[in-house]
Nanobody
Framework: QVQLVESGGGLVQAGDSLRLSCAAS????????MGWFRQAPGKERDFAAS????????YYADSVKGRFTISRDTAKNTAYLQMNSLKPEDTAVYYC???????????????????????WGQGTQVTVSS
């Protein structure tokens, strides 16, 4: 089992920055990839960004590309999401996720699919005011 704990959410103004952290504990060696998803009120949970833990390959949703940066610290088993130039439409609960397996489809579309992630954090609220 892998436990994920997110932190770093909050209330900011448009144009501000936030950095989310996701600390993984437990059987972390079985998680070759981690990702961030977000869910706005009344909407589905959407992919935001993901990273492979060994090589550091990164993937982003078009809506955050150029503004968000995902990174990881393998020594600390932690993933980060640096969010810059935040917009009101970024307001959501942000969830960290970890995958047990990275298959051949991961590198094309698999990293965007929530069902490919086995472990989830409790979520952290990000609110961006205009």
């Amino acid at each position: 089992q892998v436990q994920l704990v997110e932190s770093g959410g909050g209330l900011v103004q448009a144009g501000d920055s936030l950095r989310l952290s996701c600390a993984a504990s437990g059987r972390t060696l079985s998680s070759p990839a981690m990702g961030w998803f977000r869910q706005a009120p009344g909407k589905e949970r959407d992919f935001a960004a993901s990273i492979t833990m060994r090589l550091g390959n990164t993937y982003y949703a078009d809506s955050v590309k150029g503004r968000f940066t995902i990174s990881r610290d393998t020594a600390k088993n932690t993933a980060y999401l640096q969010m810059n130039s935040l917009k009101p439409e970024d307001t959501a609960v942000y969830y960290c996720a970890a995958a047990d397996h990275v298959g051949s489809t991961w590198y094309t579309s698999g990293h965007k699919k929530s069902y490919n992630y086995n472990y989830w954090g409790q979520g952290t609220q990000v609110t961006v005011s205009s």
